[in-house]
C-alpha cells in the first residue's frame, strides 16, 4: 500500500520535472509525459492548498467562550 504524497514531496516532485525539463535530458514524447504528471500534481497541490484553506480557523474569545469561525 502506497501512502499518499504531502504537498511538499508533490512540490519536490514538480521541481525535479522542471529540471529534467530544462535540462534537456529527455526526448519530446519524454517531456510530454513529464509535462502532463507536473500538470496533475499542480492541480492536486492546489485543491490541497483549497482544502487546508476551508480548515483554517480564526479563535475569537467571546464572553469566556472560543468560538472557531472559518477564515474568508
Given at each position: 500500500?502506497?501512502?499518499?504524497?504531502?504537498?511538499?514531496?508533490?512540490?519536490?516532485?514538480?521541481?525535479?520535472?522542471?529540471?529534467?525539463?530544462?535540462?534537456?535530458?529527455?526526448?519530446?514524447?519524454?517531456?510530454?509525459?513529464?509535462?502532463?504528471?507536473?500538470?496533475?500534481?499542480?492541480e492536486e497541490c492546489s485543491g490541497m492548498l483549497n482544502e487546508a484553506e476551508g480548515k483554517v480557523k480564526k479563535i475569537n474569545m467571546n464572553n469566556n467562550k472560543i468560538e472557531l469561525e472559518e477564515m474568508e
Open positions: 500500500m502506497s501512502k499518499k504524497k504531502t504537498y511538499e514531496e508533490k512540490l519536490d516532485e514538480i521541481d525535479e520535472i522542471i529540471e529534467k525539463l530544462e535540462n534537456g535530458e529527455l526526448n519530446l514524447e519524454e517531456s510530454i509525459k513529464e509535462y502532463e504528471k507536473s500538470m496533475k500534481l499542480i
